[in-house]
């Protein structure tokens, strides 16, 4: 598919700043939409000074400015939404608005302006109390957390706007997404840079649980490969391999176009303590004595998580570089040589 101009939404944030960085670095014409709520300029500083890239700072819930950003743009990479279960929980008034309200008025944006295909982040918490292992694109729970709800609607959404307008949609099910640029402060930080920011400072990190939950952790390069097919395949391409893999699907499974992206395995939470500290202490032997807190397991998690990639792989040719335990000593070393800048 001929495409030039990529807007980015949410483009200053975790995801989103690291897509930017890759597609004008590759020589699209980038737009990027954040709101700076959870984003952070400095992500996207070095970026600022190319002639192909373009910061619009502005809100998704504002249609007026989801229409500006969007004008004359071949694919949009939907990044943008308010994140974490907990804060879902606790606020799912104002997660409702971002993710349901900004993501509707993004995909009426793209409508309109004749945008050939929207990719957005989907959720692995759609897959809800599900406890089929591998997950499977078809087959999904009921949902736990506000922040789910939010983003199954997202999906729903997506497939009216191509079945009623014709707008090529692509979800791609991210499942805990790690890597260089994800905040280790605030209240709803996620594990990884949580931990490592605790060991960092020698401070013990705390596991929800006994530590025997699992997750199928994806680094930042899997994902970034991910969004890269899914905006450039061609359309005829896309449709072809996404009907014959559909038709291989047994009768009553929905058929849209939703993927899985992840690596295709599981680690367990006390795995994941050993590896970051194992890694961490490379840099900081003290680090290797430190031990984790247990306590409660926290509403709205599921105990396991894997996904199978087999769909991604068929359709997009999706084929991720880099395991688990790859992934978390490259962030390790990138949040440990970040740390030493700011000194």
């Given at each position: 598919m001929s495409v030039k101009k990529i807007t980015i939404t949410g483009g200053a944030g975790f995801i989103g700043s690291n897509l930017c960085e890759f597609f004008s670095k590759e020589g699209f014409e980038?737009?990027?939409?954040?709101n700076l709520s959870t984003?952070?300029?400095?992500n996207i500083e070095p970026l600022l000074t190319l002639p192909n890239f373009h910061f619009v700072e502005g809100d998704i819930r504002d249609l007026e400015t989801c229409r500006r950003v969007v004008?004359?743009?071949?694919?949009?990479?939907?990044?943008?939404?308010?994140?974490?279960?907990p804060r879902s929980i606790n606020d799912p008034i104002n997660t409702n608005a971002n993710n349901v309200d900004g993501f509707l008025n993004?995909?009426?944006?793209?409508?309109?302006?004749?945008?050939k295909r929207f990719v957005y982040a989907a959720s692995s918490s759609t897959y809800g109390d599900s406890t089929t292992l591998p997950k499977r694109e078809h087959v999904i729970g009921r949902p736990l957390s506000p922040y789910a709800i939010t983003k199954f609607?997202?999906?729903?959404?997506?497939?009216?706007?191509?079945?009623?307008?014709?707008?090529?949609?692509?979800?791609?099910?991210?499942?805990?997404?790690?890597?260089?640029?994800?905040?280790?402060?605030?209240a709803y930080a996620a594990v990884i840079p949580l931990w490592v920011k605790a060991l960092m400072e020698h401070e013990p990190p705390f596991i929800n649980g006994d530590g025997s939950y699992s997750r199928d952790f994806t680094y930042i390069d899997n994902v970034i490969q991910a969004n890269r097919l899914a905006a450039l395949i061609p359309s005829e391409e896309l449709s072809e391999r996404l009907a014959s893999y559909n038709a291989s699907l047994p009768a009553g499974c929905p058929r849209d176009s939703v993927f899985n992206v992840a690596f295709g395995g599981n680690i367990t939470l006390n795995e994941l303590f050993d590896c970051l500290r194992m890694n961490l202490s490379r840099f900081d032997a003290a680090i290797a004595t430190i031990e984790p807190v247990h306590r409660d397991n926290r509403p709205g998690d599921i105990p396991h998580s894997q996904a199978s990639i087999e769909k991604a792989q068929k359709v997009l040719?999706?084929?991720?570089?880099?395991?688990a335990r790859s992934g978390f000593a490259a962030?390790?070393?990138?949040?440990?040589?970040e740390n030493a800048l700011k000194k």
């Open positions: 980038v737009t990027c939409l954040d984003g952070f300029k400095r004008a004359g743009c071949d694919v949009v990479l939907h990044e943008a939404a308010l994140g974490s279960v993004m995909l009426v944006a793209a409508r309109d302006a004749g945008v609607v997202n999906e729903l959404y997506a497939t009216v706007f191509s079945n009623l307008y014709g707008l090529e949609t692509v979800g791609l099910r991210y499942f805990n997404v790690f890597g260089r640029r994800q905040d280790p402060n605030g040719g999706y084929n991720p570089q880099f395991d962030a390790c070393e990138w949040y440990w040589t």
